[in-house]
């Protein structure tokens, strides 16, 4: 149980365009979504905070303009890059609590590994 | 597919005793290995990659590539390691995570 499916696996777009990444929670309420930036051979590094019918809490240094989440829904979170630029590329990863509090760890999606040319 | 298993989900051990979080992936190629750790109510932090070999807080894993294993270790365990682990998989094209493994230290 608690899986979250992440979509799309990989994307390639053109630098000025956006790129929009889903994660839904397939079995379970996803009430908070974190989303994850994982650059070459470095650690995760949580952009933002999402949660369900409110405004997301973005990391120091992380533009909200950019980066636009929305959490809709308990079981859909997205990931809007705008005007994606190459220094964008890179994995994105989204993370949920299984339980409210995260008491049960978290369950994560596939990532997507986004490439801008 | 590809997978990552963490077999256990609850694991206890005594401050002192010898602590080995179990993790197993399944891919034909050579994927880079993670762990993962994450203690209460802080966020994510990446303890070791496979790649750097690297020691840290006392932990160390060794990929075998035969038993497609990339187990986590500590030969005397602290309080301060409760915490919940996780082992991932980065094949190139995706992440994959185990479901975590919740390591308690007994005083």
């Known amino acids: 149980g608690a899986v979250v499916s992440q979509h799309p696996s990989w994307v390639i777009c053109k630098s000025g365009t956006s790129v929009k990444i889903e994660c839904r929670s397939l079995d379970f309420q996803a009430t908070t979504m974190f989303w994850y930036r994982q650059f070459p051979k470095q650690s995760l590094m949580l952009m933002a905070t999402?949660?369900?019918?409110?405004?997301?809490?973005?990391e120091q240094g992380v533009e909200k303009d950019k980066f636009l989440i929305n959490h809709a829904s308990l079981t859909l979170s997205t990931l809007t890059v705008t005007s994606a630029h190459p220094e964008d590329s890179s994995f994105y990863i989204c993370?949920?609590?299984?339980?409210?509090?995260?008491?049960?760890?978290?369950?994560f999606g596939s990532g997507t590994r986004l490439t801008v040319v | 597919a590809q997978r990552v298993t963490q077999p256990e989900k609850l694991l206890s051990v005594f401050k002192g005793a010898p602590v080995e979080l179990k993790c197993n992936y399944s891919?034909?190629?050579?994927?880079?290995l993670f762990w993962y750790v994450q203690y209460s109510r802080q966020r994510l932090q990446l303890l070791l990659r496979h790649i750097s070999r690297e020691s840290i807080k006392g932990f160390t894993a060794d990929l075998n590539k035969g038993e497609t294993s990339f187990h986590l270790k500590k030969p005397f365990a602290q309080e301060e390691d409760s915490a919940m682990y996780y082992c991932a998989s980065n094949t190139g094209n995706q992440f994959y995570f185990g479901t975590g493994t919740s390591l308690t230290v007994i005083p």
């Open positions: 891919y034909s190629g050579s994927p880079e």
């Open positions: 999402s949660n369900e019918g409110s405004k997301a809490t973005y």
């Open positions: 993370s949920a609590p299984r339980d409210r509090r995260g008491s049960y760890g978290y369950t």
